[in-house]
């Protein structure tokens, strides 16, 4: 009997393409690529590097190349300079614009400080981004824009509309006991997801008591 087709033999089943093989390094190859990557992704030097370093070691793997570490970082290095020289890359906008995207998400100075970090942004350049985002009430509108996103504090569900509950963490007292202890644990609960995302005990308490 024969038997039947299979599911990869069977009508209108595409195959799968062949993934294009790489090409051999060279510096125009990695421009070439570095360009592509950066039509497509907002990149640092440091994330940028990475990638054609990666293409350079499937370049290998496939060609059977002897390694040239010398010269693969050389030609690198020449297409990174090049994206610098034409004004596709470039550290400290791209550091900015990360810091920023994350304050406005509501991202405390320490996840910003790790994001620059992974990135791979100088550390001298990563102090300066540092300092620009880092004052007092940057902070402070970060942990409310966190805040009313989790619906923390005051900015909960249905908080400002329940007369029983207290405005602020002095008004425990006037509740009955297991209520209190509720309100307590519930309190405990938000700033330690504060404390977690990266802001100070009296920033979170500021930001979950702010209307």
Known sequence: MDEEPSEAQGPGRRRPKRRKPPPRISTDDFERAALRHLERYPSSSAGLRRVLERRAERSRTHHGEEEDREATAAGIEAALARMAELG??????????LARR??????????VAAALHEKGIPGALRAQLLEEVGDAEAEFEAALTYARRRRLGVHGRGHALDPREPEGPGDFEHEDSERAERRRLKRKKELGALARAGFSFEVAARALDTP
């Open 88 to 97: 596709f890359l470039d550290d400290r906008r791209y550091g900015q614009a």
């Open 102 to 111: 994350i304050r406005d998400r509501g991202g405390s100075l320490r996840k």
